[in-house]
């Protein structure tokens, strides 16, 4: 029979409380609310907030029907994640043991629980989002908040009994002319006989061509699963995935019983030399990243599949990175697939911080393992395994475990582990390490990879004051500067965002503001350091890391003028007289595509005469891009913008409405801290604080959908400036 995949992403019913009684068909549904996931069992503000808040028992609930033809197959149920402990029931029965870990996927087979024709089922779901000790990353203090609630998709799949579990995907000879592909495609046979079954496979292009793997035939001996190995070799005219080019291909696998699945692959070689170097289709790429952690404002982890891919593009496009560690957990197989599509390097690590726990907990963490690895193996993406809890102490037995496990379910990649000390002992293939010196030592190892720096040394508002935004900004660049110059594989900063987290951690308000965006995705200076290093053919960058003031400096005179850019030279004009064109500092940044520029000409001391400033970049001599500023920066209008037009009335669909207090040159005010008052009419709810008191002037909430289609109208209103209106259409 042909498999068939429902989404169960509508149509909750959700309790915030413990009951035991909603496991049961014919309770009251009485005081449930109706949900859609991705959902958090609360939402919080921004800050201010304590995690006792998220860590409680909650209930989901879910009626769905089967037809009668269902019944010759099987039926499972599918959650790619929810936080951080499961029960699930059917009908009132339980369908399978707790399920322990909120990030990575489980199913239930739910066959034997289920009724057919046409009649009504229950499922329903017991969450316990505590901190438990027993579950990974928890056992003591951890550097992030994993909130609660069934907060990634879950579906419904109904296979025939003798299915395919899972395919894994192998390109070889990936730099020869002639290329091939091996695919295993895992068989479980859920009868009580022996069956005699047919795999057969291709490869296919965006556009529609085909290449046939040669068919097997395997015997699948009663309940029990084996692999079946198919192959094409002297395939001809594949493009290679690469970071300018990460070209797509679909790998497709069928039983003769009508069971097929499919996954997308990219052909490329990643490798991690003894040279110190990375290397990707055999060219030699320093690797300048960030790492990111998956929360957003107000719900916790439970984004939709629109804002995890914003991120990959965020990381991509606006910070110019090629590569992204998931800090410190697998994240949203969405991030992951636009990953794919953007051509933005990933890796990949185990949930975990600093704890290990008993063999029961590093039971569950081998686990993880598997989970993740099963999971992302077919990601061209990925090209590095994190199988060590972050920032762990050496434990020799159990990494020598999940390093085997990982070179036993993936031998394409090399794995890594994540400390942060010096003369750890090296089981991994790469030596990842997280070193937060402003001047970075020389690696301990052939290979080797820092994994975090800055972050906790030099935390950083939008709303400091000018001379530490700038020094933060440096701090990244001088270490990423540092790393392209030694023999290392290169750097991931920490972060990308700002992250909540525990009250051990961060500014007292249950922020960690380590990242180079606010934890809407807004910049600060440091992120226009990192935008800087894009290929101008791509995109021009020209961003001022000063305000243009006359002092917030704990010397009493500001600095010189640092432009973060893109281009070969600056002009620089202070009112309507030229200071110059400049150069950018490459002699103190040797090792960057696009140091920055430090153009002392411009210096001012405190109480100095400001004239506005204008700056013009130049590539190649001519005139590729224009930034003004104001010498008396006053909140001249409110900016909104939606990051999108058009959501889905699925009620999980969100967009981000940004909002500026800007000055007449549309530069943001860096210290308006004026409320901003928001109103929604249309089929839409706003998501977060309203009124939203604007730290740094800027801030952001959400739009999130509801069943109902038309448009949504946004009105935001502040004193003294106009008000500002943006309409989203809500369609099926």
């Known amino acids: 029979m042909r498999r068939n995949v429902q989404s169960l992403n509508t149509d909750w019913l959700y309790l915030a409380k413990d009951d035991p009684r909603a496991a049961k068909p014919n309770a009251s549904e009485n005081g449930f609310a109706r949900v859609s996931v991705p959902h958090t069992n609360i939402e919080l503000p921004y800050h201010g907030f ?68 046409g009649e009504d089922n229950l499922l329903a779901a017991r969450l316990d989002s505590s901190e438990r000790k027993d579950i990974p990353p928890f056992g003591n203090v951890v550097d992030y908040l994993t909130f609660g609630g069934i907060y990634r998709d879950v579906r419904l799949r109904v296979v025939d009994p003798v299915h395919i579990k899972h395919i894994f995907a192998r390109p070889g000879d990936v730099l020869a002319p002639r290329k091939r592909l091996d695919v295993s495609a895992r068989v479980a046979n859920t009868t009580s006989a022996m069956k005699t079954i047919q795999v057969s496979g291709e490869l296919r292009d965006a556009k529609g061509k085909a290449w046939a793997l040669e068919p097997v035939r395997v015997n699948v001996p009663a309940g029990a699963e084996m692999d079946a190995d198919l192959s094409v070799a002297g395939l001809r005219g594949i493009q290679l995935w690469d970071l300018d080019n990460p070209q797509l291909y679909t790998v497709a696998v069928a039983l003769d019983n009508g069971d097929a ?66 800090s410190h957990y697998p994240q949203s197989p969405h991030f992951l697939d636009r990953c794919d599509e953007l051509g933005l390097l990933v890796f990949e690590e185990i949930p975990g911080w600093q704890h290990i726990g008993d063999e029961a907990w590093q039971d569950l963490a081998a686990r993880n393992v598997e989970a993740m690895i099963v999971r992302d ?8 395994w994190g199988v060590r809890i972050n920032e762990s102490k050496d434990n020799h037995d159990f990494y020598v475990r999940t390093n085997a496990l990982a070179h036993r379910l993936d031998p394409t990649r090399q794995t890594g582990g994540v400390r942060c000390f010096f003369g750890s002992e090296l089981l991994e293939d790469v030596y990842t390490n997280n070193d937060f010196q402003r001047d970075l030592r020389e690696p301990c190892a052939p290979r ?42 290169g750097a991931i900063g920490w972060c990308a965002f700002d992250y909540n987290t525990h009250a051990q951690f961060g500014s007292g308000d249950r922020i960690c503001y380590h990242g180079v965006m606010d934890m809407f995705r807004q910049p600060k200076i440091a992120a226009h350091f990192y935008a800087s290093q894009e290929d101008p053919k791509k995109r021009i960058v020209l961003e001022p890391g000063n305000y243009w003031v006359h002092g917030d400096w704990s010397t009493g005179f500001r600095g010189p003028l640092t432009v973060f850019s893109n281009v070969d030279e600056i002009e620089v004009f202070v009112g309507e007289e030229s200071r110059g064109r400049h150069k950018p500092q490459r002699e103190a940044y040797p090792n960057l595509p696009h140091p920055p520029f430090v153009i002392k000409e411009v210096a001012g001391a405190w109480g100095g005469k400001f ?27 409110l900016e909104m913008k939606a990051d999108d037009e058009t959501l889905v009335a699925d009620g999980a669909d969100m967009t981000r409405i940004s909002l500026r207090i800007v000055d007449e040159c549309g530069n943001v005010c860096p210290f308006a801290m004026q409320p901003v008052q928001l109103a929604i009419e249309g089929p839409g709810v706003l998501v977060g604080d309203n009124p939203f008191p604007m730290p740094g002037g800027r801030g952001a909430v959400y739009v999130r959908t509801t069943r109902q289609t038309g448009t949504a109208t946004i009105t935001a209103t502040t004193p003294r400036l106009a008000a500002e209106k943006v309409k989203i259409r809500v369609a099926k």
């Open 50 to 117: 304590s995690e006792q808040e998220h860590c409680f028992v909650s209930w989901y609930r879910r009626h769905f029907a089967l037809p009668k033809a269902a019944a010759r197959g099987r039926v499972f149920v599918d959650f790619d994640g929810a936080m951080i402990a499961a029960t699930v029931f059917v009908n009132g029965r339980q369908a399978g043991p707790e399920h322990k870990g909120g990030y990575t996927p489980f199913s239930f087979d739910i066959t034997p629980l289920a009724r057919f024709g």
């Open 261 to 326: 699945v499919e996954t997308r692959i990219g052909f490329r070689a990643a490798e991690f030399r003894d040279d110190g170097a990375f290397y990707l289709n055999d060219k030699r790429i320093k690797l300048r990243g960030l790492n990111r952690h998956q929360t957003f404002p107000y719900v916790g982890q439970a984004a939709p599949a629109r804002l995890q891919r914003r991120d990959a593009e965020i990381l991509k496009t606006e910070l110019a990175c090629n590569i992204v560690r998931t």
């Open 377 to 384: 193996r077919n990601h061209p993406s990925i090209v590095l």
């Open 448 to 489: 080797y990879l820092n994994t975090e720096f800055c972050g906790h040394m030099f935390p950083t508002k939008t709303f400091d004051q000018e001379e530490r935004v700038l020094a933060h900004a440096l701090w990244h660049a001088h270490v990423q500067n540092t790393a392209g110059g030694i023999k290392t594989a």
């Open 611 to 637: 004239q506005p400033l204008r700056l013009v970049g130049c590539l190649k001599g001519r005139k590729v891009a224009e930034r003004r500023m104001a010498n008396d920066p006053l909140p001249a209008r």
